[in-house]
């Protein structure tokens, strides 16, 4: 699948959800917070060994309702960084320069920015974009060989998952702008760029993980054309580096998920060489 994520709901995750080292979140386009938390739910709950009933889907309904709630008013409370704030304030190109030299973004801010905008007079839109070559798409048949818990699958396999992690690129745009659209302000990542190299955890930033960013004042560039460009996996979009603190309490053990929405099991590949799959159980995406 290459190119724009369709405009629904979902949730897809890189790593275990529930696990000791947490996951990568992508949110897709359209998706609430209240189906996020009705996603990632029942993802526990199924895994854990519940039965998907329809008493237990009203509980999560109601739970997820809930969760979303008190999470709408601990953002609100919670306000935008003050760095965040001088950032999309600066006047002027060397100023956001000046600003995004000694800023960081702490775990939590930058969705705090994106759901608190309006205070700042801004709206918040987001794109989601994912490439990945065809020939590293895995077949039915290869799906099935990951996911038998009974046999260890070849090298071959396995080396084409790790290829595919490799090749492919996920790419979120956040865009904030004024009512009259004359100031906007672009916020875009990878995967790659917040977690390293899928390999091997390693950041091509001196300055390890981080976001980019680029705005209104940077030369004759427009909103339009910026996402027009960064909907193409190559781009020509120069924007600056804001470092961003990844809370990770446990190291990168190189293993990598994939998870299967049809039947909702999952395997986990080891991305070091000499290294094969382990596990599987209920799952879901």
């Known amino acids: 699948m290459n190119g724009r994520i369709p405009k629904v709901g979902g949730v897809e995750w890189f790593g275990d959800p529930l696990g000791d080292e947490g996951a990568v979140f992508m949110v ?22 519940a039965e998907h009933t329809p008493e237990l889907q009203l509980e999560i309904e109601m739970r997820a309702r809930e969760r979303a ?15 965040l704030r001088a950032l999309v304030a600066a006047k002027r190109k060397k100023d956001v320069e000046k600003v995004a030299r000694d ?16 205070l700042l007079g801004l709206s918040w839109y987001s794109e989601h974009f994912h490439w ?6 895995l077949t039915d048949e290869e799906r099935e060989e990951l996911l038998d818990e009974s046999n260890a699958p070849g090298s071959k396999l396995v080396g084409k998952f790790r290829q595919g992690f490799e090749e492919r690129e996920h790419r979120s745009v956040h865009m904030l702008t004024n009512a009259a659209g004359t100031k906007w302000h672009c916020f875009y990542l990878t995967f790659r760029d917040v977690a ?18 680029v705005n209104y004042l940077f030369g004759q560039l427009t909103r339009r054309a910026v996402l027009e460009q960064l909907a ?32 909702g099991r ?15 159980g209920p799952a879901g995406q």
């Open 232 to 263: 193409e996996r190559e781009h020509s979009i120069n924007g600056i580096h804001l470092r961003y603190d990844v809370r990770r309490t446990e190291p990168d053990t190189g293993e990598r998920l994939y998870a299967d929405s049809t039947t």
């Open 132 to 137: 990945m070559p065809e020939g590293r798409r």
């Open 103 to 118: 800023l960081v973004i702490e775990h939590g801010e930058f969705s705090d920015l994106m759901r608190n905008a309006r």
């Open 196 to 213: 390293g190299s899928p390999s091997t955890g390693e950041h091509h930033w001196r300055d390890g993980a981080h976001v980019h960013f």
């Open 28 to 49: 897709h386009h359209g998706t609430t917070p209240v189906e996020m938390y009705r996603e990632l739910m029942l993802v526990a709950a199924l895994k854990n060994g």
């Open 69 to 83: 709630k008190q999470d709408a008013a601990d953002t609100l409370a919670r306000g935008i960084s003050p760095g």
């Open 266 to 280: 999952f395997a986990k590949v080891q991305m070091g060489k000499g290294a094969g799959p382990a596990g599987g």
